[in-house]
């Protein structure tokens, strides 16, 4: 999704760690969290370690943030998904194929 530094943090991790809302809202605007080819369950699970890491540093403004604009994303890869289906670029089964077959 994003690079990371040598303690394995983002740009929006270290952000959230030190609860910079307005740098964390900034970088949610931005990209900082890339949907293009990724998986729903991957985006789940970055965004499960966002409101953990908000949760553990007591930053409940932004763990609402979060989990507000987790929906959306949800939304945006679901319409994306549509679309794909109806300009015929949507390929389940090669994907799956690759997958079996360790690509």
Partial sequence: ???KDVDGYSPLMMALREGRNNVVVMLLDNGAIRT????VSDVLHLFSQLV????????LSLMNEIIRR???YLVDMELETE???KSGLYKPDKIAN???DGV
Avoid at 52 to 59: E, R, V, W
């Fill in 1 to 3: 999704f994003t690079s």
């Fill in 36 to 39: 293009k080819g990724s998986c």
């Fill in 52 to 59: 953990q890491l908000s949760a553990k540093q007591g930053h």
């Fill in 70 to 72: 987790r929906e959306d």
């Fill in 83 to 85: 679309r794909e289906k």
């Fill in 98 to 100: 690759e997958s079996a």
